[in-house]
């Protein structure tokens, strides 16, 4: 398999790359918007934070798991 084409379909790689967009959302928000607005964007988007984590988390070990039953990740 491609590995270019397996990390375009990885979960954990999609969640990452959400992450990061999301925290370059916040930069530009605290940068450019009213204090009161970005500092509301900001709390909201660090809430968030902490469930991409513990998503990447799961998925991780959701496919450790599945690999020492089978002995291979999911496509």
Same mark, same amino acid.
Do not use: C, W
């Given at each position: 398999?491609?590995? *270019? =084409?397996?990390?375009?379909? &990885?979960? =954990?790689?999609?969640?990452?790359?959400? #992450? +990061?967009?999301? &925290?370059?959302? +916040?930069?530009?928000?605290? =940068?450019?918007?009213?204090?009161?607005?970005?500092? #509301?964007?900001?709390?909201?988007?660090?809430?968030?934070?902490? *469930?991409?984590?513990?998503?990447? *988390?799961?998925?991780? *070990?959701? #496919?450790?798991?599945? =690999?020492?039953?089978?002995?291979?990740?999911?496509?």
């Amino acid at each position: 398999m491609n590995p *270019v =084409k397996g990390l375009l379909r &990885s979960r =954990k790689f999609l969640l990452l790359i959400l #992450d +990061t967009a999301i &925290s370059l959302i +916040t930069y530009f928000v605290g =940068k450019y918007a009213l204090p009161a607005v970005a500092e #509301d964007i900001n709390f909201l988007i660090a809430a968030y934070q902490p *469930v991409f984590v513990a998503l990447i *988390v799961a998925i991780a *070990v959701e #496919d450790a798991a599945l =690999k020492r039953a089978t002995g291979r990740l999911p496509h």
